[in-house]
């Protein structure tokens, strides 16, 4: 067969359509369901990564389909094979981004700095143990930038950068500490991070997770109040940081 | 040494292309040699009102140009840097100038070389009064 046949042939294939509109439906209905019902977090992350794939599935399949024009090879031969296959691969593919990618680019860059039996991990581990949940590595960073977060995968961490620790004292230390552990308390990380992925989505002006996001740091600083007997410490340790970003982006357009 | 694109002649040696905080922090990192931000802050703060932060970031801006270098040191309290210069007042004065210099030069081609040539051949140094 010709190509510019193959081609046409192509273009008016039924079967790529069919496809396109079964995931926009889809793509439409989880938008829908997270504006409409009450979901624990959970059910709201697949939510948002099965809206996600199957927002951008019409894009991969067209352009596949082109592909296999250009090409003269038969395509969509077995659609339902083809979203078998592919719905949990695109899955996997986000997840592996959020699970092993970012865990991993912390852990090597925080192999040179060690930290171990210093006075934070012996508070990271007396407090932990208080919240009853296992005590998480720590990694520092070497980075002059001050930034603390923390990820719960195959391990849960708490990643601190040597900025952090140098213009930090020990109780506002200890603060940023304990908000972390809140975090992971909680299991927030992957929430956090989902949720920031919606954003990628067109539609997420009908759904923003700004409240949630919200309550979550508000219930991470409530426990920190509630530990310390006092905000005094979280918010010096809030002004410091803002200071930071403030002094240096002054600095950097100079 | 940092490219440099922009000179303030209104000020002296090596103040002409670092900000106010960054030559106040070189300073007194001069005459501490091997020091912490906290210390430095300490140091510098019996004469000036500066923040702990603002220190932190000139810091890291003179590491980013090349002046000072550090190190990190784990400590009971956690990791900190430790921040020493790498050059001294003249080093850092002359690699100004050779920047200086090598951007007249470049800017001015033959011209530049020959005024140097005319101007220095005679073994002397005449300080000209500032026109502008």
Not at chain 1, 113 to 139: D, E, M, Q, Y
Not at chain 1, 156 to 162: E, Q, Y
Not at chain 1, 211 to 223: C, G, H, R, Y
Not at chain 2, 46 to 60: E, Q, Y
Request: hydrophobic residues 45%; proline residues 4%; glycine residues 4%.
């Amino acid at each position: 067969m010709p190509v510019d046949a193959c081609l046409m042939q192509v273009a008016f294939d039924p079967t790529k359509y069919v496809i396109s509109a079964i995931f926009i439906v889809i793509a439409a209905a989880s938008l829908f369901s997270m504006r409409r019902f009450r979901i624990p977090n959970k059910g709201k992350i697949a939510l948002i990564y099965i809206h996600l794939t199957s927002l951008f599935m019409p894009v991969s399949v067209f352009a596949a389909n082109e592909a296999c024009g250009m090409m003269c090879l038969p395509c969509f031969e077995n659609p339902a094979g083809i979203a078998v296959l592919a719905l949990p691969s695109a899955m996997l593919f986000s997840a592996a981004a959020g699970f092993v990618v970012i865990p991993a680019y912390f852990f090597a860059s925080g192999r040179n700095v060690k930290i171990n039996g210093t006075r934070i991990t012996k508070f990271i581990s007396r407090h932990s143990r208080l919240l009853n949940i296992r005590a998480p590595k720590v990694v520092a960073v070497n980075s002059p930038k001050p930034f603390a977060l923390s990820f719960r995968t195959f391990r849960s961490a708490i990643v601190l950068s040597v900025g952090l620790m140098d213009i930090l004292h020990k109780k506002e230390l200890e603060a940023v500490l304990l908000h972390e552990l809140a975090h992971l308390k909680n299991r927030a990380s992957l929430f956090k991070l989902s949720a920031f992925l919606m954003s990628f989505s067109p539609f997420s002006v009908f759904k923003s997770f700004n409240n949630e996001l919200n309550m979550e740091e508000f219930e991470a600083d409530s426990l920190v109040i509630s530990v310390q007997r006092t905000n005094k410490y979280l918010l010096s340790a809030k002004r410091k940081i803002a200071n930071y970003r403030r002094a240096y982006g002054y600095a950097q357009k100079k | 040494m940092v490219d440099i694109s922009k000179v303030r002649f209104n000020r002296s040696g090596y103040e002409a292309v670092l900000s106010p905080l960054e030559s106040t922090i070189l300073e007194a990192l001069w005459k501490k040699r091997k020091t912490k931000v906290r210390e430095l802050h300490s140091h510098i703060r019996a004469k000036k009102k500066i923040a702990l932060t603002s220190i932190a970031v000139g810091l890291d801006r003179l590491h980013q140009k090349g002046i000072v270098a550090r190190e990190i040191e784990t400590g009971q309290g956690g990791a900190h840097y430790i921040y020493y210069p790498l050059k001294t007042k003249q080093e850092l004065e002359k690699s100004i100038l050779e920047n200086i210099t090598d951007k007249l030069i470049y800017n001015f081609g033959e011209n530049a070389v020959n005024y140097f040539n005319e101007r220095f051949s005679a073994g002397k140094i005449r300080k000209r009064k500032r026109s502008i």
